[in-house]
């Protein structure tokens, strides 16, 4: 039994790993030099001002709505700011975005809001 609860926490860790890192990794690196509102929320992120960086990246989603590291940015800064309905709003596009072909993702689910 404890090798199978094993397995089955390695096999979860696997599933959420991308998802829990989202905000380290970037799917069209190198947008930040080509848009200043974006390289400046890139680095409200890296001072962990979040306020400030939901300003740029919101001005910038604006020009990009489909930009899924835009919609990742904007729902971090909102969960860490504990506003957590814009978050699930961005992370639920951001996913949307990233897996397209896979609607299971994307389907609004049930959280408890709280244990966030």
């Known amino acids: 039994m404890p090798r199978v609860l094993h397995l089955l926490l390695?096999?979860?860790?696997?599933?959420?790993?991308?998802?829990?890192?989202?905000?380290?990794?970037?799917?069209?690196?190198?947008?930040?030099?080509?848009?200043?509102?974006?390289?400046?929320g890139?680095?409200?992120?890296?001072?962990?001002?979040?306020?400030?960086?939901?300003?740029?990246?919101?001005?910038?989603?604006?020009?990009g709505p489909d930009n899924a590291d835009l919609q990742n940015y904007l729902g971090f800064s909102y969960r860490k700011l504990g506003q957590l309905e814009p978050a699930f709003k961005h992370c639920q596009r951001t996913l949307a975005l990233s897996y397209p072909r896979s609607p299971s993702l994307v389907r609004p689910f049930p959280i408890n809001k709280n244990q966030v």
Do not use: M
């Open 10 to 40: 390695l096999v979860f860790a696997a599933t959420i790993s991308p998802v829990l890192h989202a905000v380290d990794t970037e799917e069209q690196p190198g947008v930040g030099a080509l848009d200043p509102d974006y390289a400046a």
């Open 42 to 63: 890139r680095k409200a992120i890296e001072a962990r001002n979040w306020n400030a960086a939901i300003k740029p990246f919101s001005s910038a989603a604006l020009r």
